[in-house]
């Protein structure tokens, strides 16, 4: 069942219910104040007939009314109603008073009032007085049984424009496709469905990055991994051939070693690539000092720079951050990889960290030959590979996008321009963070 026709339903049963408990509790009123009504006519009656000194001995008197009466003087009926009989009527063991008793083939309301020698009896029949109460409470409830419908009516047409922006809601996700990931938009959205509609809106966008997240890694794995591939596949197919002609040596081996490590380097980029998301990284954040990441990836890195005999100096000072420590890591290995990497031979690599306002400002420049005004637009492009044709470098083309996918996790910015030093400077600007310790320290003011 739906939960429109279900609320129908329900508060349509609820005013029944209600209107017949209403009904019930009205009739019992109407009979009581009834009953009260007619005892007081009862004994008004009675009060006048005793007092009437006037009254003709044994001729009927007619009343209107179904009420019945006698006088009674010395055991002799002395007047009567037309409708009374001629005979005293039997009461039985009822006292003067009223009384419920049951004569000439009906059940009566008797009232018996008794003035010296008269006795004046006064009846009404009691299906008199339930005919009343049905017709006081017929009266009182119809013209509520008659609006019921409308309020039948009333109610659909609320309940369709309350449930209209669920209704809206369940015919968007009912018509999505199942590659449709767009988000919904409900008109006039209910204050309680819109954490439904935000919810779901952001599921379908991570579950929309998740998706293109998976094709870009299949497509980068795809067109990234062909070469190395293929490279490695002549060089068995060489050695195979150099090993039955009996000619090996020591180059062929040192080949296929490089291009196994340059395999493994694209493939640790894709996956550090794909490593950190959005998602799952406000999570992963935590107090990082800036100075001791950059002294790390220095001495990670400080073998490569020695056998290049090249120089490294770092200038920095305390600084935190509020992010991962480990794709900060990457960030800067990337970055000084790239330095020692395009640099060549004796360059001059130098590192710099300093504070400007609310951010940090780091500086990674290098000696070497630098990059052209288009490198620097399109160095940020995933497989793009700055200066590889004219010096031979080799590199997968992907160590900036990530440096750039970190930055923006960050929330930061990175560029790259000329280097004072003649080669390239690096610029990377990323928000700082008071650690929780130093808070913890800052005196507080009094109110």
Known sequence: ????????????????LASFFAA????????????????TQLQAIAEVLGSNADISRGAPMLVSGHYVFQVVEAGQVIARSANAPAAQLSLGASPPGFSDDTFMGERWRAFTLTQGQRTVIVAQPAQQRVESAEYVLYEAI???VMTIPIIGLLVLYVIQQSLRPLRVLSDELRE??????????????????????????????RLSAAFEREQQLSANAAHELRTPISVLTINVHNLTKAYKENSLTPDAFTELKNNVNRMAHVIEQIIALYRFLPENFTAARVDVNLETILQEVIVNNYTEISTQAQ????????????????SLTTLFENLLH?????????????LSASLQADTARVLIDDSGTGLTEQD???????????GEQSDGVRGSGLGMSIAQHIIDLHQGSIHCEKSPLGGLRVVVILPTHKPAHELAQEPTSDA
């Open 24 to 39: 019930l509790h009205g009739y019992r009123a109407s009979m009581t104040q009834l009953d009260k009504v007619f005892d």
């Open 142 to 144: 119809f013209p509520l």
């Open 376 to 386: 620097y637009e399109r160095i940020f492009q995933r497989f793009y590979r700055a």
């Open 1 to 16: 069942m739906s939960i429109q026709r279900y609320l129908i339903v329900l508060i349509i049963s609820i005013i029944t």
């Open 338 to 350: 790239n330095a020692i990497k395009y640099g060549g031979a004796g360059a001059e690599i130098r």
């Open 176 to 205: 999505k496709g199942v590659n449709d990931l767009a988000p919904i938009h409900v008109d006039g959205n209910a204050e309680e469905l819109k954490p439904i509609e935000t919810t779901l809106n952001r599921l379908f966008d």
């Open 311 to 326: 120089s490294v100096s770092l200038e920095t000072g305390p600084i935190w951050l509020s992010g991962d420590a480990f």
